[in-house]
């Protein structure tokens, strides 16, 4: 008779039902799973791209105090002003070359004084 009893506790967990319920849960896990890995993946690029962001900041960086122990030393802020604002020391000279900017412009004919209205009336009629 336990062994009857017994059986019939265990057919509530084996029943239709039961496996159900437990099919839906096991679905639903399946689904986060799945979201899980997905927002995994994001995580992963938007880290490597964070990364690679830091790393040019840290060449800026590196970039940027090697020009500010540049401007430590007389030539280094002589460089520079000579560079921004072009400037020279006493005794020296520049020389300064200009681009002719009738490079753009078209080259003009020349027109004849006597070039106007009543000339070209005179040309059209042959007086």
């Given at each position: 008779?336990?062994?009857?009893?017994?059986?019939?506790?265990?057919?509530?967990?084996?029943?239709p039902l039961m496996l159900?319920?437990?099919?839906?849960?096991?679905?639903?896990?399946?689904?986060?799973m799945i979201g899980l890995v997905e927002r995994?993946?994001?995580t992963s690029k938007?880290?490597?791209?964070?990364?690679?962001?830091?790393?040019?900041?840290?060449?800026?960086?590196s970039l940027l105090s090697k020009d500010i122990s540049k401007l430590k030393?007389?030539?280094?802020?002589?460089?520079?002003?000579?560079?921004?604002?072009?400037v020279t020391?006493?005794?020296?000279k520049m020389v300064v070359i200009v681009d002719s900017d009738n490079k753009d412009e078209l080259p003009k004919e020349e027109i004849p004084a006597n070039h106007n209205f009543w000339s070209w009336i005179k040309k059209v009629l042959k007086i």
């Open positions: 008779m336990l062994d009857f009893n017994r059986k019939n506790n265990n057919s509530f967990w084996h029943s159900m319920v437990l099919l839906v849960i096991f679905v639903l896990f399946l689904y986060n995994e993946k994001e938007k880290k490597e791209q964070i990364l690679a962001q830091i790393e040019t900041l840290r060449n800026r960086e030393t007389p030539e280094g802020i002589e460089e520079t002003i000579r560079d921004k604002y072009q020391k006493e005794g020296e």
